[in-house]
């Protein structure tokens, strides 16, 4: 069993930033692929950005350039750098952690933090 648990969520201006962070426990390791999901009412969950083992990195089209993931296996942590923040990146922002070798694939999730973004 793996535990992720978000924080760093909150209210911020159009132009701001925020750092997610998602502390993993359990039976985690660095061979598990890692990232974020967002989601807002009536719409389906989204990635947002995934990053692997191997420190390969994904982005949505929508945030490439201004959000940034990266990962601390020291300390199973995973983390979501968002810059210049626009109101469309409002949503409940989700931590995901997967087996890449374990097929089929089973997604762990945490709880989600909302970030809202709004003068």
């Known amino acids: 069993q793996v535990q992720l648990v978000e924080s760093g969520g909150g209210l911020v201006q159009p132009g701001g930033s925020l750092r997610l962070s998602c502390a993993a426990s359990?039976?985690?390791?660095?061979?598990?692929?890692m990232g974020w999901y967002r989601q807002v009412p009536g719409k389906q969950r989204e990635l947002v950005a995934g990053i692997t083992s191997r420190l390969s990195t994904d982005y949505a089209d929508s945030v490439k350039g201004r959000f940034t993931i990266f990962r601390d296996n020291a300390k199973n942590t995973v983390y979501l750098q968002m810059y210049s923040l626009k109101p469309e990146d409002t949503a409940v922002y989700y931590c995901?952690?997967?087996?890449?070798?374990?097929?089929?694939?089973?997604?762990?999730w945490g709880q989600g933090t909302q970030v809202t973004v709004s003068s």
């Open positions: 995901n952690a997967y087996l890449p070798t374990l097929l089929p694939r089973y997604d762990y």
């Open positions: 359990g039976s985690i390791s660095s061979l598990y692929a």
